[in-house]
């Protein structure tokens, strides 16, 4: 029963954020939403299998890119349709980028991953006609089941429908992940992060199982890169810069990589402390920098290492 | 014309290599893949702009420009002692993935270090570049000043090759790399040595920042932009070896000019589609002899 009361009471509040919070304190939980499912993913690469990617914003890219085309220039507006597309594509150019690199760990894992990464991102901003450049794509805004909402003024539409449209999205996807790390896979991915000989001599094919779990993680990228785009109504290549790499994997240290809410939890702390940080001075790098270093030195486990340490 | 785009491809090159050689000694002694190597190159630009101008302010003879440029480059290559002994070496005995996240924090404070220090617009030095003025080769003009840094990275690759063949330190840097626990067990003082190799990694990136701003402005981004040229360099010539370097420096820095006087587009995409190609083919990349 226990392990149920957090995550229970976390949905309440998230339920009732619009109801009580002012607006802009609301409109920021759509980038975390979006960010939670992507960091879910990350951390079955990262946590989970003992992969570190430093190129995953190549996934978000992909799917807030989809959802840009798709909206405006094919016309398809259904957030369904969007979704189930980023989510495709997603799996379309992890396959084969996965299949390159659990071919390695380590380092060389995440130079590859940074490699690719920056391959897309250079893509993006150098074929301008095609993407649109350094400026990017509009994201017009979609119909979400089937309902066209376009009468009603933006923000009414981002902190409603829209709102709860990401909390189911985050739901399912956080239940979905919640059974794949339960499941024999799940086991089986974790046996690889601690001992891959002994994986491999227990019989499981410990490329597979990696290749597998890389092309999940970009599901879960391409999902939420897609929900990302709705909010600010544009997407552009810093999206896939490998800086932002950098920042979903601070997110899942924040929050602690070895429970399965701590990316959750990172990327809520992240979106509101850089929010009111920025609000302060213009140099949240400067003072974000410092605590991830705090982290790295001091909690690698992060802030649910620090809250509950018992896993 | 071809000329033209050669010599600005080895100009960048020269650059390149000297934060790539500051990339592989750290690498290779202290295993740290040290992503902050791209801000202190955009560190020692901003130095160098500084001294630079204050040189000029006290009146000196611009035509000696390049030694306080050249002294503060290398100087500011002191904060490589700070980095090391205040964070780096809480993290020696961790995973590399924690490592590689040090790092990265380092790009996060140093970026807003430099917009702090110096404001957020691009700063340059004002009409020096050219005060060496121009010369034909073969029909191509080129500044004197790339001549002279092409010649500086030449003898800090041929500096570095002794130091590191020839002397007590690279012995015990080569040492070090192969087998840390040995060389510590054989009386090597591992601290004291981190914090050489680091500050001496740090000074080459630095200086490589310093050298490259009369040729362009500094900004605050050029750091993060830098580190992936170089780390495709790195990756091309093989983790942690200094030919590799120097091999992987002029491959990326010709392609690239190459690339953007024919075919703007794939300017970079060559560049990392090469180091996927390395990375897949031979991990190990051209030169390296590491085993990681």
Sequence with gaps: MKRWLGPALALVAILIVPLVAPPYQTLLMLPFMAYAVILLGLNLLFGYTGLLSFGHALFVGVGAYTGAFLTHRFGVRSLEAILLAAALLGALVAAPVGALCVRYVKIYFGMLTLAFGMVFYTFVLKFYALTGGDEGIPFARPLLLGRDLSAIPKTDYLNGPYYYYCVAVLVLATACMWRIVRSPFGLCLRTIRDNPLKAEALGISVPRYRWCAFVISAVYAALGGALLGPPTGNVDPTLAYWTHSGNLVFMTLLGGFTHFYGPVLGAFVFIYLQDFVMSLVPYW??????????????????????????? | MILNVLLGGVFHASILFLVAAGLQVVFGVQR??????????????????????????????PWLFIVPLAVAGLLVGVVGVVVERGLLRFVYDRDETFQLLLT???????????????????????????????????????????????????????????????????????????????AAALGVDLRWLYVRVFTLGTALGTLGGALVIPATAAMSEMGIELIVEAFAVVVIGGLGSMRGAFVGALVVGILRAVAISVLPEIEM????????????????????????
Aim: glycine share 12%; hydrophobic share 60%; with cysteine.
């Design chain 1, 285 to 311: 790098r400067l003072i974000f920098g410092g605590l991830l270093a705090l982290i790295v030195i001091f909690a690698p486990t992060g802030l649910m290492g620090l809250i509950a340490p018992s896993r």
């Design chain 2, 32 to 61: 740290i893949f040290n992503l902050a190597c791209g801000s202190f190159y955009a560190l020692g630009a901003y130095v160098g702009v500084s001294a630079v101008a204050a040189y000029t302010s006290v009146g000196g003879p």
């Design chain 2, 269 to 292: 995409l060559l560049i990392y589609l090469i180091v996927i190609g390395v990375l897949v083919l031979r991990p190990r990349g051209l030169f390296g002899a590491v085993t990681a």
């Design chain 2, 104 to 182: 990265f924090a380092l790009v996060l404070i140093l970026e807003d270090v430099i917009r702090l220090t110096w404001g957020a617009s691009p700063r340059s030095t004002s009409g020096l570049y050219l005060v060496y003025g121009q010369v034909r080769v073969l029909g191509a003009t080129v500044p004197v000043y790339n001549l002279i840094v092409v010649a500086a990275s030449l003898l800090i690759a041929v500096g570095l090759g002794w130091l590191l063949t020839r002397t007590a330190f690279g012995r015990i840097m080569r040492a070090a790399a192969d087998n840390r626990e040995m």
